[in-house]
């Protein structure tokens, strides 16, 4: 079965810094999702990829698929305390729509002001 | 938010108790889902739902069970609580399978002491 592996499992950056959370999978990804999760709260969808080589942003956020469709990145420019939280990626169970997601680990990110 | 609720958000029960936990959607989504949230693990899926009256098991169904009579309420029943099922549950809704992502609720914290 299908697995994804997150790293780094957590993260403390300096306000401003740079960061990178990638994602690993053990087969191909159809659909890959970033969510992010708050302290005590429900998860909050960020982006979706689906095709090989795409790249998507929002605000400072930008997310990767690779070619080859097993590996993406999530990249925070001048990160900031309102980025903290677990970020987890999650993919179809299998190569297709099966209606099922698994997820990540998640990659606790906090971000000192 | 999106039209998902869960209840309750918090509880405490006792060891052997049935305890049934609820999702509610007004999305009229057909994919219903119920994960749990455990340090480490990340997200694990218990049971979903593809429609009403259809449901099927996920990775870590043992000791749980689910009903949906209705689209838009999705039951997650604990048969006789334990320890090992304290943790935190989220509910998910989806109207394509995984295509587009999932939306989640906003989680129940279960202790069972």
């Known amino acids: 079965s299908q697995e994804l592996e997150q790293s780094p499992q957590s993260l403390i950056v300096q306000e401003g810094k740079n960061l990178t959370i990638n994602c690993t999978s053990s087969k191909t990804l159809y659909g890959l999702y970033w969510y992010k999760q708050k302290y005590g709260e429900g998860l909050i969808f960020l982006m979706m990829?689906?095709?090989?080589?795409e790249e998507k942003s929002h605000e400072k956020i930008t997310a990767k698929l690779d070619e080859k469709k097993q590996q993406s990145s999530l990249h925070i420019t001048a990160s900031q305390p309102s980025h903290a939280g677990i970020y987890l990626c999650?993919?179809?169970?299998?190569?297709?729509?099966?209606?099922?997601?698994?997820f990540g680990q998640g990659t606790t990110l906090q971000v000192k002001p | 938010d999106a039209g998902i609720t869960q209840s309750p958000r918090h509880k405490v029960t006792e060891t052997g108790t049935p305890v049934t936990l609820r999702c509610h959607q007004t999305?009229?989504?057909?994919?219903m889902y119920w994960y749990r949230q455990d340090p480490g693990h990340g997200l694990r899926l218990i049971h979903y739902s593809y429609g009403v009256k259809d449901t099927d098991k996920g990775e870590v169904s043992d000791g749980y069970s689910v009903s949906r009579s209705k689209t838009e309420d999705f039951l997650l029943t604990l048969e006789s609580a334990t320890s090992s099922q304290t943790s935190v549950y989220f509910c998910?809704?989806?109207?394509?399978?995984?295509?587009?992502?999932?939306?989640f609720g906003s989680g129940t914290r279960l202790t069972v002491v």
């Open positions: 999305e009229n989504h057909r994919y």
């Open positions: 998910a809704i989806s109207g394509q399978g995984t295509l587009g992502g999932y939306t």
């Open positions: 999650g993919a179809d169970k299998g190569s297709g729509n099966t209606g099922k997601l698994i």
């Open positions: 990829l689906q095709k090989g080589g």
